[in-house]
């Protein structure tokens, strides 16, 4: 049986073990061990060791990225750290001097790629409050990595996954296709057929200039921020990709876009962007096409991992959700 077609709980228990097993490949300290934090594309665990050891450990999802993908992600963290654009997580180098570990257990077909991720501390920006600020400062950030990206170097050759029309409706899309996903109606997939349509054009005609499509983080959102004392620290590359720039502010309202207080976060999205970087008018007026782009693939995303818990707690409203935002768009625009 493939990783991937596995029930849950079964590979969750394998990788635990792998988590474990694989420990070793690391200079840690005595009595280290690794337990689960959180599983998406991923599994990561939280590694802890007597004496206050902490640190993070990623375990790769079966052939989502190559081991050259992952050294580009890599490459962009110590890149963005190194030139001062925002604090990231630094990683560990395994005992053989490589970042990028290798391992495999009993029970699963395929190794895993790991990476071990320094540890830091800091709170994610409350949802309970004002997000206003917290939006401000992701358009500061968010800027500051464009304006990297359009000015680096970087290795070849450099591979990371496209977020861009294909890979979303393509014939092979990186989440699945969304038509797939639970509770996609007649009357849903119809409506949805026409967004998918209006995107198609609307992305065709705005075009991928390097100033307007580029390498992006693709999941910056408040969750992936860490504020303390010392600051703001930006985890979580492993989506970072080939994107339109504005798809940024599209992930940061991932799964909160039917949210009231959009137009805000929007608002403040921008004023921040703009605090670092200029942006013409033509990039603003794409911003809603690709959140549709986002939620559509985000819909897609439900469909292909409805094994896990987050996904499954989305989806018995979501698909309706999205027809209702799409509608709404497809309304606004006429």
């Known amino acids: ?5 596995m029930p849950l709980d079964t590979l969750l228990g394998h990788l635990h073990g792998l988590a474990n097993e694989a420990l070793p490949l690391w200079d840690l300290p005595d009595g280290a061990t690794a337990r689960l934090i959180n599983v998406s594309e991923n599994a990561t665990y939280l590694v802890e060791a007597p004496g206050g050891h902490k640190s993070v450990l990623r375990v790769h999802r ?16 110590d890149a963005l750290g190194q030139a001062g654009v925002v604090t990231t997580s630094g990683y560990y180098l395994g005992r053989d001097g490589e970042p990028i570990q290798s391992a495999r257990t009993k029970g699963l077909q395929a190794p895993r790629y790991l990476v071990l991720f320094r540890f830091l501390d800091g709170d994610t920006p409350s949802e309970s409050g004002d997000l206003t600020p917290g939006f401000e400062e992701l358009g500061a950030i968010a800027a500051r990595c464009h304006v990297h990206a359009l000015g680096w170097q970087r290795p ?22 969304w038509r797939d996903a639970p509770n996609v109606s007649p009357g849903i997939r119809t409506t949805l057929e026409a967004v998918e349509r209006t995107i198609r054009s609307r992305l065709a005609a705005y075009g991928k200039a390097p100033e307007r499509y580029n390498l992006i983080h693709a999941d910056m959102r408040l969750a992936n921020l860490l504020i303390d004392q010392n600051g703001t620290r930006l985890i979580d590359f492993d989506d970072c990709g080939f ?19 959009i137009p805000e976060f929007k608002a403040a999205w921008l004023r921040g962007y703009r605090s670092e970087r200029s942006l013409a008018a033509e990039d603003e007026a794409e911003i809603d096409t690709l959140i549709m782009l986002r939620r559509l693939a985000l819909l897609a995303w439900i469909g292909s991992h409805i094994e896990a818990p987050e ?6 409203d979501f698909a309706l959700t999205t027809a209702r935002l799409g509608r709404a768009w497809l309304d606004r625009l006429c």
Not at 1 to 5: E, Q
Not at 250 to 258: K, R
């Open 156 to 177: 070849k050759p450099f591979e990371r996954l496209a977020w861009d029309v294909d890979s979303v409706f393509g014939a092979n899309p990186t989440w699945g296709n």
């Open 243 to 261: 994107g339109w720039l504005m798809y940024d502010f599209a992930a940061a309202i991932s799964f909160i876009e039917d949210d009231p207080r």
């Open 62 to 77: 079966e052939a989502y990225h190559t081991r050259r993908a992952i050294e580009c992600e890599l490459a962009w963290i």
């Open 1 to 5: 049986m493939p990783d991937t077609t």
């Open 311 to 316: 996904p499954q707690a989305l989806a018995p």
